[in-house]
């Protein structure tokens, strides 16, 4: 029997890329032992049902061993929205990168440095989430406010920097606000976020967004994903918006679409599908944050849209045509 190596990013890609519009369905996975844990954590998108829908395209792998493909690290990495449930797990493991600049990207840089600092159970919405603290002795915290700041603010902030991550997201909250803020934050704020990156010099953005973005697009309109995740604010409507003006920056990009967001640690290994093909599935935000960390040096990530869920156990056991 042939086991198959550990998978980086590298060759998880490099299998999507031949496979995502095969009708032979999936050929390319790998399991990874992960340890659950109970969690109270009730999430907008967390409505969306464990199990996936059949996708063509799908690859599973483990990020244990990821190394780059024929990309230069970053040399100074901006995280926008650095105290986001997400943002937070994608600065913390870049700050453990040696000899990379790491800049959090805050609203308040005070109350930014207590939250980052502290365990914490926060009440966000219809959130109710179990945060972990943050070592921001390797990262610097700047002002950085999306709706508020200015391009060349934010140009300012992502000063010398070489790849930018946009985790940035409107709480859900008051409902007569919500289309306003999803407008403000997830539509013009990102926008203003790519103009910034552009003004300031960056290459790289990966840029952290959900399955069924594009859903009107490819007749998931009426899909209890879509239904449910764009009642908030219709903000996979401003979204889409987003996710193509950033393609269209002419810089180097990544749009990561994870399922609908869990706190707790993984369960199952992870799921990699095409553009536009998963419209059901939960994941946990460790994995989105590995996900995002690793697609800033990876060559096969550049300029791709990762659609990411979780695998339900005993998912498939094929790599590269290998059986496991």
């Known amino acids: 029997m042939i086991r198959a190596p550990a998978v980086s990013l ?5 299998c999507l890329e031949s496979n995502a519009f095969s009708a032979v369905g999936p050929t390319c996975s790998t399991q990874t032992a992960l340890k659950a844990t109970s969690d109270n954590e009730m999430d907008r998108r967390g409505l969306f049902q464990a199990a996936a829908a059949a996708t063509i395209g799908i690859s599973t792998f483990s990020f244990a061993d990821v190394m780059p493909a024929n990309a230069a690290e970053p040399s100074k990495v901006v995280v926008a929205g650095a105290t986001g449930q997400t943002g937070r797990r994608i600065l913390e493991r870049l700050a453990a990168k040696q000899g990379l600049s790491v800049v959090g990207g805050v609203r308040n840089v005070d109350k930014a440095t207590a939250a980052l600092q502290q365990d914490s159970t926060v009440i966000r919405g219809a959130m109710v989430q179990k945060v972990a603290s943050v070592d921001t002795s390797a990262v610097e915290l700047k002002h950085l406010d999306v709706v508020k700041d ?3 603010q934010l140009a300012g902030t992502m000063e ?3 790849a930018l991550v946009i985790a ?6 008051n409902p007569l606000k919500m289309n306003s803020a999803a407008h ?20 790289k953005v990966v840029m952290v967004s959900s399955i069924l973005t594009n859903g009107r ?16 604010g219709s903000v996979l409507d401003e979204k889409i918006i987003a996710e193509n003006y950033l393609r269209k920056s002419g810089m180097d990009y990544t749009i990561v679409r994870p399922g609908g967001l869990k706190a707790k640690p993984p369960a199952g290994p992870l799921v990699i599908s095409g553009e536009d ?3 059901a599935g939960e994941i946990s935000r460790d994995l989105v944050a590995d996900v995002c960390v690793a697609s800033l040096s990876d060559a096969k990530a550049s300029n791709k849209v990762l659609e990411i869920i979780e695998s339900e156990e005993g998912g498939p ?7 496991m």
């Open 277 to 279: 093909t998963l419209n």
């Open 160 to 162: 010398g920097a070489d």
């Open 10 to 14: 590298l060759l998880a890609l490099l």
């Open 168 to 173: 940035t997201g409107f709480i859900p909250g």
């Open 184 to 203: 403000e934050v997830d539509n013009l704020g990102t926008i203003a976020l790519v103009d910034a990156a552009k003004k300031a010099g960056v290459k």
């Open 317 to 323: 056991q094929v790599f590269n045509g290998l059986k």
């Open 150 to 152: 200015s391009v060349d």
């Open 217 to 232: 697009n490819w007749g998931q309109e009426k899909s209890p994903g879509f239904v449910i995740t764009n009642a908030f």
